[in-house]
């Protein structure tokens, strides 16, 4: 499947209907494709994939449940429809925001505890301050349903600036995260003032450690586009050094590096990425690269990395502030 999104930096400044408008955010595919992720760095024994009777979808169940029939026609989509299946640096999967006469209190109430439950404790308070950063606050974004809840395929997703994220109880089979989401922050993506910045100080200790030889094939010219993120199974061609080529120091600095970039999502997803990773043949099969283009302060901190496998695509685009596509996946 080819994931064709065209956003570039400046698309930022736009709100959903003229990105709409303009066709910036395209459509990743079809259910079948939505995967998750696995690894040396292995799933606690007392966590597994999310289900429908996991904490955010029990609360997305009690959610719909309040909604009245014009809330329905507003925001609640069938489980197979184009928006459920896109992705964006900034975007709004609905046009009512979570602040407003739209929603009710306890409704507004319950919409948080969705995201905290597909949250870690850090990732939570770190998203919100992005959302207070970038928009305003967490009552600037914007919600959906598709499906029904506790009756089959069903999926949340919340929307906004630098922000997608989801709770789908499993419903994409083997689909980490419920599908490919978003996370960024608005500040310059080497300051200390990014939310971020300190994966891709992780990122670099890797470059660090390499040898010459190791570097020249992990140092890339020109960066893919940020959004070009599709999943290419055990035939594809990954850019940048191979993780089964390092030594076991390295490889440990590799999966230090995955174990961050999980760590602000809650332990049931990050336990079905790392388990479809592992599916994907683990960490022998990644490939980590870094890009000459866009080094802020030309300081040979690479800002734009990458780690890429047959079920895992992680883009980190740094310059001139943080984008990041994830899409952990079994391809279809």
């Known amino acids: 499947m080819t994931h064709n999104i065209r956003i570039a930096c ?13 066709q910036f955010v395209q459509t990743l595919g079809g259910a079948a494709a ?25 609360a997305v169940k009690r959610f719909y449940d309040t909604l009245s029939e014009t809330q ?11 928006h459920r299946s896109m992705v964006s640096a900034n975007w709004h999967v609905t046009k009512p925001e979570i602040e407003g006469d739209f929603y009710t209190d306890a409704q507004r109430e319950l919409i948080r505890e ?7 404790e850090d990732g939570y308070e770190r998203f919100l301050k992005q959302m207070e950063d970038d928009s305003a606050g967490f009552g600037r974004y914007s919600v959906a349903v ?4 506790a009756t089959g395929e069903f999926e949340w997703m919340l929307t906004g600036r630098h922000l997608t994220v989801r709770a789908d109880g499993d419903s994409a089979p083997g689909a980490a995260f419920g ?13 200390k003032g990014n939310l971020f910045f300190y994966q891709s100080r992780k990122a670099n200790d890797v470059f660090e450690a390499l040898d010459p030889k190791q570097r020249e094939a992990a140092l890339l010219e020109k960066a893919p586009r940020e959004n070009d993120v599709p999943l290419q199974g055990k035939d594809g061609k990954f850019p940048g050094v191979a993780v089964g080529e390092l030594s076991a120091d390295q490889k440990g600095l590799v999966e230090e590096v995955v174990k961050i ?5 809650r332990e049931e997803d990050v336990d079905e990425a790392l388990a479809t990773l592992k599916s994907g043949g683990g960490f022998d099969q990644l490939h ?36 990041t596509y994830i899409n952990i996946g079994v391809k279809s």
């Not at 995967?35 to 999310?50: D, R």
């Not at 598709?146 to 809840?149: I, L, N, Q, S």
């Not at 970039?261 to 999502?265: E, G, Q, S």
């Open 146 to 149: 598709f499906g029904e809840p």
């Open 72 to 82: 329905k026609q507003e925001i609640c989509f069938p489980y197979v429809h184009k």
């Open 288 to 323: 980590m690269a870094f890009y000459k283009q866009g080094d802020l302060g030309e300081d040979r901190v690479w800002d734009i990395w990458r780690v890429e496998g047959p079920s895992f695509v992680w883009h980190f685009r740094g310059a001139p502030h943080v984008h």
């Open 179 to 191: 599908g490919p989401i978003v996370y960024g922050h608005g500040e310059t993506g080497n300051s």
């Open 261 to 265: 970039m999980l760590a602000p999502y």
């Open 10 to 22: 400046p698309d930022c400044e736009h709100g959903f209907e003229e990105l709409s408008r303009r």
């Open 114 to 120: 969705i995201f905290r439950g597909v949250t870690s």
């Open 34 to 58: 939505l995967a998750g992720a696995a690894s040396l760095w292995k799933p606690s024994a007392a966590s597994a994939a999310p289900t429908p009777n996991s904490g955010a979808e029990t």
